[in-house]
């Protein structure tokens, strides 16, 4: 073990403006097994690629051959506000880690960075960065390394950083002196994330359903919302906080420092309007380097329909209207939903206008608004 160099690595890693780092010894990760239940319980709801990448999961090795060590590193995120309160007709929410720049580049970044300064120390070193981009239980691996204890929402938490933190790793080929690793659980007889989650989401503590989850719904989800969670979605058009926002932990905790996750004005409390009329060209534009790329503007316009339409917006009838003639079929499906819900004579004119419509799908999804309407 070189504690030296471990010492000036964490040192550098701090003056690249990393939060938290630490070291864990590339082992099979504890909570593997754990995660296998998980899978086979089907709590993954539809994200396949978890399946097909389990058996990577059991061993760092298999996304760095010959890895010793895990060097784990977070940046602290959001500016520490307090939940909102109500908010306009025709605003969203979006999660905080997406209300700035992509986490995932900023976090390469500096990974990158970090490695580079390791290889002038040790030219033959080998290493990887990741940044929620590999096969790597993060979360058991920041516990090892003193980070922190996985929470009752499955949250990693310190006790002054709270939950609102990014994790990144560098994979690295030589044997650093690992940390001290995290072995209690400061969650106590607390369940105000469980009890506060909007859709029952977690089966009991430490167990989180994906298939109840506003957040795989509204981001990992292709396709459109299944009824019994279309309504459900509240504020949140991408992701969910609440879970997090309850925490007791995170009552102090301090706003991140990184200027690039700073949230953006137009990412914080988004016009669902304003996206419904929004050039598709222009909207796919706007998602360039930010995480809410991920759900596309295919999923970001389904969602913010679904919350206009629960929220029975009469504002929206004209842009849902013309949503019905969209390229997309998804948005197409929900923009019916909402006028369904909405429910006005207008609404129920532009479904009419639109019953015979030429895709089957968005005809089925026309007719079943309709129904509720008649």
Known sequence: MNAELTQ????????????????????????????????????????????????????????????????????????????PGPIAPTTGRVARYAR??????????RLESLLAWLQAECPTVRGRAISDTAPLLERDFAQLAGM???????????????????????????????????????CGTCTRCLQACPTDAFAGPYQLDARRCLSYWTIEHKGPIANEFAGQLGDWVFGCDICQEVCPWNR???????SALAPRPEWTDPDLLEWLTRPPAEFTRSLKGTALSRAKRSGLLRNAALILGTRRATAAVPALTALLNDTDGVIRSSA??????IGTVEAFEALKAHANHSDPVTREAIAHALTGLL
């Open 8 to 83: 000036r690595l964490k040192t550098e890693a701090r003056r690249l403006g990393f939060d938290q780092v630490g070291v864990a010894p590339a082992v099979a990760p504890p909570g593997y097994p754990r995660f296998q239940e998980w899978l086979a319980k089907g709590s993954a709801a539809g994200m396949g690629y978890l399946e097909r990448h389990a058996e990577a999961r059991s061993h760092p090795d298999h996304v760095l051959d010959g890895v010793r060590s895990v060097v784990m590193v977070s940046f602290v995120y959001g500016k520490g506000d307090p939940p």
């Open 100 to 109: 700035g720049e992509d986490y995932h580049q900023v976090l390469w970044r």
């Open 148 to 186: 922190g204890w996985i929470g009752k929402n499955t949250m990693l938490i310190d006790r002054r950083l709270g939950s609102y933190t990014l994790l990144g790793a560098l994979l690295v080929d030589i044997e650093l002196e690992p940390d001290e690793p995290h072995v209690t659980n400061h």
């Open 252 to 258: 102090k905790a301090p706003p991140g420092k990184e």
């Open 336 to 341: 019916a939903w909402a006028l369904g819900r």
